[in-house]
């Protein structure tokens, strides 16, 4: 295993029977590394390798995920908004999303997508040599509005 998903497998707080959403295209490590890293506490994760927002829509579980990775680039996806709703969707209250995105792309606009659906404790963790990682939680905004 490579320092950086090393340094990755830190970043989860391993349950038992942990429910883990993986939306990837081409980082396998990633995945093969989860896979390796859950199963000894039974983990339950579900990869998904599309970005068509109707099929994510049918398979991305409501309230069902303490952990969601998107490995598939936010930044260049044509309906940013719909796609980071389906994806909050999926994430409990008080799980995590983390966004890995190419360090030539601006990522701005990421913070902006995470402020407008409720994610706090906004954190950059430089582990990849090609890749930014943004985690954040997901908080209850009740009342707010």
């Known amino acids: 295993m490579t320092k950086g998903i090393e340094e990755f497998s830190c970043l989860f707080d391993f349950v038992p029977?942990?429910?883990?959403?993986?939306?990837?295209?081409?980082t396998s490590d990633i995945t093969t590394a989860l896979n390796e890293l859950v199963v000894p506490y039974n983990g339950e994760i579900t990869t998904l390798k599309t970005t068509k927002l109707n099929e994510l829509k049918v398979k991305v579980k409501k309230e069902t995920y303490l952990y969601g990775i998107v490995c598939d680039s936010l930044v260049d996806h044509e309906d940013k908004?719909?796609?980071m709703k389906i994806i909050s969707t999926g994430i409990r209250d008080s799980g995590y999303i983390i966004i890995l995105e190419k360090k030539d792309k601006n990522i701005d606009v990421i913070y902006q997508l995470l402020e407008e659906f409720d994610y706090a404790a906004?954190?950059?963790?430089?582990?990849?040599?090609?890749?930014?990682?943004i985690m954040a939680k997901k908080v209850h905004m009740w009342g707010m509005n």
């Open 17 to 26: 029977k942990i429910p883990i959403l993986n939306l990837e295209n081409n």
């Open 81 to 83: 908004h719909r796609y």
């Open 122 to 133: 906004v954190s950059l963790i430089d582990i990849f040599d090609d890749f930014h990682l």
